[in-house]
Nanobody
Framework: QVQLVESGGGLVQPGGSLRLSCAAS????????MGWYRQAPGKQRELVST??VVANSVKGRFTISRDNAKNTMYLQMDSLKPEDTAVYYC??????????WGQGTQVTVSS
């Protein structure tokens, strides 16, 4: 069974940092396009970052990385802003084959 499990969300003040983690089943981690998305209240889910594309809104502040030995992907989020508040989702995509989502982790940026 495929699993994507996010962790690391929470409440942080503007300007602060968080690191999200996504633990994936080993069978898909190496063969998928992995990425992070987010969905703010009342808005559509949007791309944050894959290893090829980074949203303009987070460029220079967010960094995606991976540890293949641990089948884990990370999102280091620095200089957080209130508009970064959203549920963040891990995604594993293999075009024409599957598109898996994690359960999401809440990130709230507020003073």
């Amino acid at each position: 069974q495929v699993q994507l499990v996010e962790s690391g969300g929470g409440l942080v003040q503007p300007g602060g940092s968080l690191r999200l983690s996504c633990a994936a089943s080993g069978s898909i981690f190496s063969s998928s396009i992995m990425g992070w998305y987010r969905q703010a209240p009342g808005k559509q889910r949007e791309l944050v970052s894959t290893f090829a594309v980074v949203a303009n809104s987070v460029k220079g502040r967010f960094t995606i990385s991976r540890d293949n030995a641990k089948n884990t992907m990370y999102l280091q989020m620095d200089s957080l802003k209130p508009e970064d508040t959203a549920v963040y989702y891990c995604n594993a995509l293999k075009p024409g084959s599957y598109n898996y989502w994690g359960q999401g982790t809440q990130v709230t940026v507020s003073s």
